[in-house]
Nanobody, 123 residues
Framework: QMQLVESGGGLVQAGGSLRLSCAASGRGFSSYAMGWFRQAPGEEREFVARLDWSGGNIVYADSVKGRFTISRDNAKNTVYLQMNSLKLEDTAVYYC????????????????WGQGTLVTVSQ
């Protein structure tokens, strides 16, 4: 089964930028829809962004639209989340996710989760 490992989290000041990476091992990455979710302290996990196997059909949560960019490199088995203009409310553990299709991810099904990477935005 495919495994996902996130990296790139850390501490950043409000207004700053970070780029998260999610490296996949195992077979099948290039056929999966990929996405990012996040979970803030005391909150439920929420959707951030997703894209299909080819890098199309990109959808963002309203809260990050215009600030975050999701992309993928199938040759490197990696999906990215570029986060700009970070806000205090972006503080969360960010999880990479894989689903058979964007429609299944939209329906709430995630086949593989990463372990998460912490992003902390300070004043």
């Amino acid at each position: 089964q495919m495994q996902l490992v996130e990296s790139g989290g850390g501490l950043v000041q409000a207004g700053g930028s970070l780029r998260l990476s999610c490296a996949a091992s195992g077979r099948g990455f290039s056929s999966y829809a990929m996405g990012w979710f996040r979970q803030a302290p005391g909150e439920e996990r929420e959707f951030v962004a997703r894209l299909d196997w080819s890098g199309g059909n990109i959808v963002y949560a309203d809260s990050v639209k215009g600030r975050f960019t999701i992309s993928r490199d199938n040759a490197k088995n990696t999906v990215y989340l570029q986060m700009n203009s970070l806000k205090l409310e972006d503080t969360a553990v960010y999880y990479c996710a894989a689903s058979p299709a964007t429609s299944t991810m939209a329906g709430g099904y995630v086949e593989v989760w990463g372990q998460g990477t912490l992003v902390t935005v300070s004043q």
